[in-house]
């Protein structure tokens, strides 16, 4: 606490930790705080994705690290596409991961995925950083639904659109507020160093002043030195 009230010899504080943590720095803190926030991330699976891309992408995305902020914790699939959720989560099924699935992804899922990894998701499972080998699943009608869907849980952290549909591509880049947006790719990839940044000092779901991964430049302030010779301003 003593830390967090250091005016004058603090310039700014950074949590990494809980969402407990995060939450007792920014409502303590009397100097400036850099939230690094929870992730609850998204990968909506539109109607003209790749089947075999989306299957790559989702498990690396859920699986690669469990434990960290830019893992996958929800699968929104395109109604069309619903069929293809066995497809879809075979990967996941080889690895034990635990699905809480909203009624129509239970429908298509039981029976053939692991009655104990399966389970009926319940409201508050759709708002969830799980930071484990668990994830939510929820059938959407559209690009639209599952922008709306994101919106309301997104702590803007990274978010993606897995889709062959360029206006669908663009609704949802345009739509989706986070640090990090992504297009058929895996939200892994939220990361200093990997965007080319160095040694990663912390990921803002903020949009002051840094926002995404923060690299030593992100955290650099700087002053203005003007050099004149009587110059007056008009």
Known sequence: LALLEAKGLVDVCIPRGSQALIAFVRDHAKIPVIETGAGIVHTYFDKSADLEKGRLVIDNAKTRR????????????????VRDLKNL????????VEIFADVTSFQELVGWYPADLLHEALTEDFGREFLSLKMSVKVVGSVEEAVTHIQQYTYGHSEAILSADQRAIDYFLQRVDAAAVYVNT????????EFGMGAEIGISTQKLHARGPIGLDELTSYKWLVLGDGQIRA
């Open 89 to 96: 989560c075979e990967p996941l099924k080889n690895k034990a």
């Open 186 to 193: 895996s939200t892994a990839f939220t990361d200093g160093g």
């Open 66 to 81: 469990v434990s960290v902020c830019n893992a996958l914790d929800t699968l929104l699939v395109h109604a069309e596409r």
